[in-house]
């Protein structure tokens, strides 16, 4: 059963960078593709990206080109998204999923408020 | 990018009748089409893969068809729990892997 477990939610000022972590457990990190996808408050589902770990293999929604960054440590089994330039627009969940033909895990979500 | 059209926006129905979600792409996306079922306050739930295959633990009473352009989730006779809202999402070789704007299931 995978797991995946995601970091604490954040508050953030304009201007500034978030770093969301996602701890997975009981798949195979290495080769499994690892997508990101935001919700904003009321809103529907954005998709942002993905990584394989294993090949190094990032893709990104244009939308967030230059401005997001997804890594991977394969020791600790755990991705992360990085968003830079944060404005209002980016207050939303941030889920990280696994994806199998299908995003059928995700973590919990991490909520990020972007507030002066 | 591939544009999604989910209809209707909100479908009003009561327990035990049948759902009928429409997801419409603006070019060919084969059957390389999701669904998945968010509940207010939690993660969404991957329902459909390839257009038309139930998920593991999906009932059967979640049904999808449809490729190319067109395609359709049913819900043959709803539960209490299946008032959400429902999510199509394209997943070609041409990221980004786009989602439809949803359709919520209400209680009528």
């Known amino acids: 059963q995978v797991q995946l477990v995601q970091s604490g939610a954040e508050v953030k000022k304009p201007g500034s960078s978030v770093k969301v972590s996602c701890k997975a457990s009981?798949?195979?990190?290495?080769?499994?593709?690892l997508t990101w996808v935001r919700q904003a408050p009321g809103q529907g589902l954005e998709w942002m990206g993905g990584i394989i770990p294993i090949f190094h293999k990032v893709n990104y929604a244009q939308k967030f080109q230059g401005r997001v960054t997804f890594s991977a440590d394969e020791s600790t089994s755990t991705a992360y998204m990085e968003l830079t330039g944060l404005t209002s627009e980016d207050t939303a969940v941030y889920y990280c999923?696994?994806?199998?033909?299908?995003?059928?895990?995700w973590g919990q979500g991490t909520l990020v408020t972007v507030s002066s | 990018e591939i544009v999604l059209t989910q209809s209707p926006a909100t479908l009003s129905l009561s327990p035990g009748e049948r759902a009928t979600l429409s997801c419409r792409a603006s070019?060919?996306?084969?059957?390389?089409l999701v669904w998945y079922q968010q509940i207010p306050g939690h993660p969404p739930r991957l329902v459909i893969y390839?257009?038309?295959k139930r998920a593991t633990g999906i009932p059967a009473r979640f049904s999808a068809s449809g490729s190319g352009t067109d395609f359709t989730l049913t819900i043959s006779s709803l539960e209490p729990e299946d008032f959400a809202v429902y999510y199509c999402?394209?997943?070609?070789?041409?990221?980004?892997?786009?989602f439809g704007q949803g359709t919520k299931v209400e209680i009528k």
């Open positions: 999923t696994r994806d199998w033909g299908g995003s059928d895990y």
């Open positions: 070019q060919s996306v084969s059957t390389y």
């Open positions: 999402q394209q997943r070609t070789n041409r990221p980004p892997w786009t």
């Open positions: 390839d257009a038309s």
């Open positions: 009981g798949g195979s990190f290495r080769s499994d593709v």
